[in-house]
């Protein structure tokens, strides 16, 4: 079994319903079993402006599967709950990445671990950090790049507890 952490995001509609269904879907996805979650946190979108902030939260599962399936089951889970691809970093319903996998580094066409922006986004190293405080990334412990990010409007807020979801 392999230790990956999934960063899941959502600005559109019932965000936090959005989130709450992405939970379940990996939940019931065969081959993986959720171990942790972050809390959830609001933050300002990132890359494209003028759409609503995002609630977002981490994911630590133990899975059985390939990098790829992971990205497989990720991408059906998006699809269940409405995401349609049209602007990149744009609004969506849910949003799922794959930041790590064990101590995987690989890099194809459609899948890049570590994730290649991670260590620049607040809104992903707060939640990774909140369920794994040690955590290191790229051989440098998260909360070192967290310190390194500039201060470019990425305000994470505290929003919610998710401690009952996966109880």
């Given at each position: 079994?392999a230790?990956?952490?999934l960063?899941?995001?959502?600005?559109?509609?019932?965000?936090?319903?959005?989130l709450?269904s992405?939970?379940?879907?990996l939940?019931?996805?065969?081959?993986?079993?959720?171990?942790k979650?972050s809390s959830?946190?609001?933050?300002?979108?990132?890359g494209?402006?003028?759409?609503?902030d995002?609630?977002?939260?981490?994911?630590?599962i133990?899975?059985?599967?390939?990098?790829?399936?992971?990205?497989?089951?990720?991408?059906?889970?998006?699809k269940?709950?409405?995401?349609?691809?049209s602007?990149?970093?744009?609004?969506?319903?849910?949003?799922?990445?794959?930041?790590?996998?064990?101590?995987?580094?690989?890099?194809?066409?459609d899948l890049?671990?570590?994730?290649?922006?991670m260590?620049?986004?607040?809104?992903?190293?707060v939640?990774?950090?909140?369920?794994e405080?040690?955590?290191v990334?790229?051989?440098?412990?998260?909360?070192?790049?967290?310190?390194?990010?500039?201060d470019?409007?990425?305000?994470v807020?505290?929003?919610?507890?998710?401690?009952?979801?996966?109880?």
């Amino acid at each position: 079994m392999a230790t990956a952490y999934l960063s899941m995001g959502s600005n559109l509609g019932d965000r936090l319903a959005f989130l709450r269904s992405g939970v379940k879907g990996l939940v019931a996805a065969p081959g993986v079993r959720v171990v942790k979650l972050s809390s959830i946190y609001e933050t300002t979108p990132v890359g494209v402006t003028g759409q609503p902030d995002y609630l977002n939260l981490v994911a630590a599962i133990e899975t059985g599967l390939t990098p790829h399936e992971l990205l497989s089951t990720c991408l059906a889970i998006e699809k269940e709950n409405g995401r349609e691809r049209s602007v990149r970093w744009g609004a969506r319903t849910l949003d799922l990445d794959i930041l790590l996998y064990d101590d995987v580094q690989m890099e194809t066409d459609d899948l890049v671990i570590p994730h290649p922006r991670m260590k620049e986004r607040a809104f992903v190293l707060v939640p990774l950090l909140e369920i794994e405080p040690e955590i290191v990334v790229l051989g440098q412990p998260a909360s070192v790049w967290l310190k390194q990010i500039p201060d470019k409007g990425q305000e994470v807020r505290y929003f919610a507890s998710t401690h009952e979801w996966i109880a």
